[in-house]
């Protein structure tokens, strides 16, 4: 497993849907070694602080083995480098075989796995099309969030190691499904609550069917 690219944006603003919308889903990739911190990495940044970023969003990867997917589902678009935001991408590291709580090194930092990203409206602009966050819940290709367990350095080609399994049997694609289909999923639903370090407004939700 490694990081194929590194990506950061700031905040910016656009008009979308006749409205000004400040948002930092808009990264570039960067060859430099960059600084990763509790909060995320230097030279990155996130406009609504209420919804995204935070220690339990700190870096947020996709797999490039999801572009693959998405180029068949939409032929037309002419794919850009962190297309759905993310700061790594990443080869190898897939939400169905990462576990809640897997503990990862990635370059020199250490970070843990902590839940799945789900889109808002953001994604739409990103992709000039409003229509592209439901076809990104359809999909359930969403990625995953890690919290910084220790501060480091990352770089395009560094390794990503799995250093300390998780405890837990919960993927990163176990919490997704569950989230759309918690009736279908009841055992995941409760093996989620389970989970005491489970972000708040997530358990919130799963506890609404347990």
């Given at each position: 497993?490694?990081?194929?690219?590194?990506?950061?944006?700031?905040?910016?603003?656009?008009?979308?849907?006749?409205?000004?919308?400040?948002t930092?889903?808009?990264?570039?990739?960067?060859?430099?070694?960059?600084?990763?911190?509790?909060?995320?990495?230097?030279?990155?940044?996130?406009?609504?602080l209420?919804?995204?970023?935070?220690?339990?969003?700190?870096?947020?990867?996709?797999?490039?083995?999801?572009?693959?997917?998405?180029?068949?589902?939409?032929?037309?678009?002419?794919?850009?480098?962190?297309?759905?935001?993310?700061?790594?991408?990443?080869?190898?590291?897939?939400?169905?075989?990462?576990?809640?709580?897997?503990?990862?090194?990635?370059?020199?930092?250490?970070?843990?796995?902590?839940?799945?990203?789900?889109?808002?409206?953001?994604?739409?602009?990103?992709?000039?099309?409003?229509?592209?966050v439901?076809?990104?819940k359809?999909?359930?290709?969403?990625?995953?969030?890690?919290?910084?367990?220790?501060?480091?350095?990352?770089?395009?080609?560094?390794?990503?190691?799995?250093?300390r399994?998780?405890?837990?049997?919960?993927?990163?694609q176990?919490?997704?499904?569950?989230f759309?289909?918690?009736?279908?999923?009841?055992?995941?639903?409760?093996?989620?609550?389970?989970?005491?370090?489970?972000p708040?407004?997530?358990?919130?939700?799963?506890?609404?069917?347990?």
């Open positions: 497993m490694r990081i194929q690219s590194v990506n950061l944006g700031l905040p910016k603003e656009f008009i979308w849907q006749g409205k000004p919308v400040l930092g889903i808009f990264k570039e990739p960067t060859a430099d070694s960059v600084h990763v911190h509790s909060l995320g990495l230097d030279g990155d940044g996130q406009a609504d209420r919804f995204h970023g935070g220690v339990d969003k700190a870096v947020y990867a996709y797999a490039s083995e999801h572009y693959a997917y998405w180029r068949t589902v939409l032929p037309d678009y002419s794919f850009e480098s962190a297309n759905f935001g993310e700061n790594l991408t990443t080869e190898g590291l897939l939400d169905t075989n990462v576990r809640i709580g897997d503990e990862f090194r990635v370059g020199s930092a250490l970070l843990r796995v902590v839940q799945p990203r789900f889109p808002c409206a953001k994604l739409g602009l990103r992709f000039g099309d409003a229509a592209m439901t076809l990104f359809k999909a359930r290709r969403h990625g995953i969030y890690f919290r910084v367990i220790k501060p480091g350095a990352v770089q395009q080609g560094d390794a990503i190691e799995l250093v399994p998780s405890v837990y049997s919960i993927t990163v176990d919490v997704v499904d569950a759309y289909q918690p009736a279908r999923h009841a055992d995941t639903v409760a093996a989620i609550l389970a989970i005491s370090e489970f708040a407004l997530l358990r919130q939700h799963f506890a609404k069917f347990a």
